[in-house]
């Protein structure tokens, strides 16, 4: 989630606020994303189920951003230490400590502190702070990713790398689900997603040339991330409601990451954003990380604004609305922060 902070490109701003909006709805549980326990409409049963589908994209594309940012540089450990790994580090801990006061509000007599240093060694205080754990990991791995992507001359082995984790990852789990059989023991640890998607962010950006700039080639990325959307739709709407969900429903989300990262792109080199959107666009993405931060706390606030518009819009369109009233109030909330001295060095 860094943000080039000299230099903001409007694109990745726009891009963080699709990939916040897509983290704070992944969480809406039944009234959103999860509708599908809920529903006997037919209609909102398959809306549900794409969406279901389709809305993991958003950590894939937050590495996206993050590889496009970072990995053009040269970085040393030292450096990357010092000015990344501690900050985002420190926020780590300020945030598991936050969430366990959270989760014990009221029941103050059962907190222990030996409790709160194992959740947050552990990365278990809440579930949406693996993202930070995983990002400190990149981070630490970060000089070395720095270097790897320049060793790659050929820009054919950064598709070779998406094909390979798409076909690991992804078409081997549709067997194994219906078999029944256990993930395949193959395993390729250079294809754990952060790192493919932080070097799919770089090859775009830096090392692309035109190629995602010529419509043909937009159009081709989402008739291959349409196709892949029905056969996950498919698959999903079995088990979805089972114990795969972890493993179906993330089916194929880098596919999707890297097409909204391409559209997005594309859309917006070749349709400039007048001056006053790109200020908007650029305020908001800035507040992409705040509002991951907070989201808990924002979805518990306003989830009256789900209750009132439910029954009255239906529960997807409010869970929408429900949504963007979250990421609007973390993104004000974000611009308030900054304000503050100490605060704005960290976010």
């Known amino acids: 989630m860094e943000s080039e902070k000299r230099h903001k490109k409007p694109y990745l701003e726009l891009l963080r606020v699709i990939a916040i909006f897509g983290v704070v709805f992944c969480h809406t ?37 993050s590889g496009a940012v970072l990995l053009n540089r040269e970085e040393s450990i030292s450096y990357v230490y010092k000015h990344r790994v501690i ?33 947050l060694y552990e990365g278990d205080t809440v579930a949406p702070l693996w993202f930070l754990f995983a990002y400190l990991s990149f981070l630490m791995a970060l000089p070395f990713l720095q270097r790897f992507v320049r060793a790659i001359t050929d820009e054919r082995w950064f598709f070779y790398l998406l ?8 078409f081997l789990a549709i067997p194994e689900y219906y078999l029944g059989w256990n993930h395949t023991m193959l395993n390729l640890p250079i294809l754990e997603y952060p790192v493919l998607m932080t070097v799919m962010g770089y090859f775009v950006e830096h090392r692309s040339g035109d190629m995602f700039l010529k419509a043909r080639n937009i159009a081709a990325m989402i008739g291959i991330s349409g196709g892949m959307t029905l056969l996950s739709m498919f698959v999903n709407q079995s088990a979805l409601e089972g114990a795969n969900y972890i493993t179906m429903g993330n089916l194929f989300a880098p596919v999707y990451a890297m097409t909204i990262f391409v ?5 917006v080199y070749k349709h400039p954003m007048p001056a006053a959107l790109e ?63 100490v605060v704005r060095k960290l976010i």
């Open 87 to 119: 900050r985002i580090g420190l926020i780590t801990v300020l945030m598991s400590l936050m969430q366990y006061l959270w989760i014990y509000r009221g029941h103050w007599d059962t907190m222990t502190l030996k409790g709160a240093v194992r959740l």
């Open 163 to 170: 094909i390979l984790y798409t076909f690991c990852n992804d």
């Open 263 to 267: 559209t997005v792109r594309y859309l």
């Open 279 to 341: 200020r908007a666009v650029c305020f908001a993405g800035a507040g992409a990380f705040v509002t991951y931060l907070t989201e808990i706390q924002l979805r518990d606030f306003f989830y009256p604004v789900y209750e009132f518009l439910g029954p009255r819009i239906h529960a997807i369109p409010a869970a929408f609305v429900w949504t963007g009233v979250c990421v609007l109030t973390g993104v004000l909330l974000a611009g308030i922060l900054r304000r503050i001295p």
């Open 29 to 65: 549980e039944s009234a959103g994303i999860h509708h599908y326990v809920m529903t006997s409409n037919t209609v909102n049963y398959w809306i549900s189920i794409f969406l279901a589908s389709v809305c993991q994209y958003c950590i894939p594309l937050f590495f996206m951003i």
